[in-house]
């Protein structure tokens, strides 16, 4: 499956623990089916101290999710979506809202 989800799109979670929350792509791990999201599903971490600059303690970090576990919202329709393609004359590709028929890559 190819990954239609880029950096910096909004999605909602739409299953799992988090579902029904909204956040900003981090990372997309395109080889793993992985999406990393601003504040969603938050992990902590017991860092051990290693030195003076990191004192170790608890970290908060993303922890992964499954793409197929979040959809794209769509910025015109305010809806989770699925991504279209669509040519455009220029000859440029990009994606479109399956709902509403929009263009969802900022330019
Ligand atoms: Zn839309």
Redesign the pocket.
């Known amino acids: 499956m190819k990954a239609k989800l880029k950096k910096d799109d909004t999605v909602l979670v739409v299953a799992g623990r988090e579902r029904g929350k909204s956040g900003k792509v981090v990372r997309v791990l395109r080889e793993r089916g992985l999406v990393l999201v601003e504040r969603i599903n938050m992990i902590k971490r017991h860092q051990k101290p290693a030195g003076p600059q990191s004192p170790g303690g608890i970290i908060e970090k993303e922890a992964a999710l499954n793409l197929s576990n979040v959809m794209l919202l769509?910025a015109?329709?305010d809806?989770p979506?699925r991504v279209g393609r669509k040519v455009l004359d220029s000859g440029s590709h990009v994606r479109v809202?399956r709902?509403?028929?929009?263009v969802?890559d900022k330019s």
């Open positions: 769509c015109s329709c809806k979506t809202c709902n509403c028929g929009e969802v």
